[in-house]
């Protein structure tokens, strides 16, 4: 089944989600479906359902929000080596307390 694709979105992810499944380039699904609109109106319905109907790709970076969440920074801190393993699990301990 197509997955939305988060990474390449414009709104929902539902045409590049769509292109990535069947292999098409995803400008001509967006044109097919930005015409549609335009003139018969339908597709926004039918969008609205695939973007309710297909699930996220889970194997997609998560959306930013989630991304950015505080333990996600202390774990980059961490790779990078601006933190110890130590001043790490001091931090993620104060987090959850």
């Given at each position: 089944?197509?997955?939305?694709?988060?990474n390449?979105?414009?709104?929902?992810?539902?045409?590049?989600?769509?292109?990535?499944?069947?292999?098409?380039?995803?400008?001509?699904?967006?044109?097919?479906?930005?015409?549609?609109?335009?003139?018969?109106?339908?597709?926004?319905?039918?969008?609205?359902?695939?973007?309710?109907?297909?699930p996220?790709?889970?194997?997609?970076?998560?959306?930013?929000?989630i991304?950015?969440?505080?333990?996600?920074?202390?774990?980059?801190?961490?790779?990078?080596?601006?933190?110890?393993?130590?001043?790490?699990?001091?931090?993620?301990?104060?987090?959850?307390?």
């Amino acid at each position: 089944m197509p997955a939305r694709d988060l990474n390449n979105k414009i709104i929902f992810g539902v045409c590049s989600g769509l292109s990535e499944y069947y292999g098409v380039d995803v400008m001509i699904l967006r044109l097919i479906f930005l015409i549609g609109f335009l003139f018969m109106g339908i597709t926004i319905i039918v969008y609205l359902v695939l973007a309710l109907i297909m699930p996220r790709d889970r194997n997609q970076d998560t959306p930013n929000d989630i991304k950015d969440s505080p333990v996600n920074i202390l774990k980059l801190r961490l790779a990078r080596g601006e933190i110890t393993k130590e001043q790490f699990e001091d931090m993620i301990n104060t987090l959850r307390n």
